[in-house]
């Protein structure tokens, strides 16, 4: 018995406008983004003469919509390219459509009308700081939007109840081949110590999946006077905002204290496991997220990987992981530190190419809501120009 493939879908409040996709998650293979498909259906009769147009946006935030300062909102549109899919441009039935637009034509009979982006290959994938449980609104996070309304023109303001808005995701799978397995050493001398203190930490592999624990090997020699008083192994996240500024929140997600000594003369061997999960660290402001579509339906963001080339400046915000080993030294004036840090991936595996067979032709249409976080209303004020002159307008950005 063949299983259903889920088929999105999101209906304007009018009725005028819906669109219907297979997906929500795109793929950022690093030479090349998975392209934007899908089906819009109009219904004449409410569209009372009305177009119909399609935009697919990419923007950062760096704070709330209202915020605003000196005139200055906190937020930029990286991206958006906009189509005409009603009336159609062109003859709907000489295009070329995916396998899924193709199922969905046939299905939606002749009120359908398919559409197709292709992302460049200079935007950031979906990420988000996450916010504190007292938070409302969106916060700094680098979206992804696909956008149906109907309007006499495309510079014309438009209602909430003609848009239909649907969140997407572009994601980065890790790559197929493992680099070297990461390794740091360091040594450190003594006043009033005639030999030195060696630490060496190694890691299994440089990249790591959501959800797995991780081997951390730590060697300690210490051939110094100093007592080890304790050994702390963390794995940090580093989120840089890159956009509007060069703020960086480093985050401890996962954390093994254990009070582990070396006295003067001795050395330890010894793999401290850790598992960096975003469960362990839901009440923390400022952890950065993939980006969601459900509270309950993400992780913590994959570690980015750039095109050569790209500039970072455009890329909103920049995830990297590191474990970082830390020994407290004890001494007569008081104890000091001796640290590393070693540099990893975290990210998800690409998906087994040979589960993703053709699509059967029993298709489950599921509603696509978006969740609002607790505060924000949906409102039916008009909004803003479409196009907002030289700001957007059918050429791409």
Not at 19 to 43: A, E, L, Q, T
Not at 362 to 369: A, H, L, S
Request: hydrophobic share 35%; with cysteine; net charge neutral.
């Amino acid at each position: 018995m063949s299983s259903k493939n889920v088929v999105f879908k999101k209906i304007c409040k009018d009725n005028s406008v819906g669109v219907y996709m297979g997906k929500r998650d795109f793929v950022d293979r690093v030479d090349g983004v998975d392209p934007v498909d899908g089906v819009i259906i109009v219904d004449p009769a409410a569209l009372q003469g009305r177009k119909v147009f399609v935009t697919l946006s990419c923007t950062f935030r760096y704070g709330r919509d209202d915020m605003d300062v000196l005139g200055i909102a906190f937020r930029r549109e990286l991206y958006l390219s906009t189509r005409q899919v009603y009336p159609p441009l062109q003859d709907r039935d000489k295009g070329i459509h995916s396998k899924i637009q193709a199922k969905l034509l046939r299905k939606l009979g002749d009120n359908a009308y398919p559409f197709f982006f292709e992302f460049p290959d200079n935007l950031p994938c979906s990420v988000a700081l996450q916010p504190a449980p007292h938070d409302v609104g969106k916060q700094c996070a680098v979206e992804f939007e696909i956008k149906a309304f109907s309007a006499e023109s495309q510079d014309a303001k438009i209602r909430k109840r003609s848009t239909v808005k649907l969140m997407l995701r572009k994601v980065q799978y890790a790559p197929e081949s493992q680099g070297v397995a990461p390794c740091v050493e360091t040594t450190r001398d003594f006043v009033m110590s005639d030999k030195p203190l060696h630490v060496k930490a190694s890691l299994d592999k440089e990249v790591y999946y959501h959800g797995e624990t991780m081997k951390v090997h730590v060697s300690v020699t210490n051939d110094s006077n100093k007592t080890i008083k304790n050994i702390v192994v963390s794995v940090d996240q580093v989120a840089n905002v890159v956009l509007y500024s060069s703020d960086s929140y480093s985050k401890c997600v996962a954390l093994e204290e254990t009070g582990d000594t070396v006295s003067p003369g001795a050395t330890l061997q010894k793999v401290y496991k850790l598992l960096p999960l975003l469960a362990n660290n839901r009440e923390r402001r400022g952890i950065a997220l993939d980006g969601k579509l459900k509270h309950e339906d993400t992780n913590l963001a994959s570690s980015s990987i750039i095109k050569e080339g790209v500039l970072k400046e455009v890329m909103g915000i920049m995830v990297s992981y590191r474990v970082t080993v830390k020994l407290i030294v004890g001494g007569m004036m008081g104890s000091s530190e001796v640290g590393l840090e070693v540099p990893f991936k975290l990210m998800h595996p690409k998906p087994d190419a040979g589960k993703q067979t053709e699509m059967e032709e029993e298709m489950e249409f599921q509603e696509f809501k978006r969740s609002y976080l607790k505060g924000m209303i949906d409102d039916e004020e008009e909004e803003g120009n479409v196009s907002g002159g030289d700001d957007m307008g059918p050429k791409e950005k």
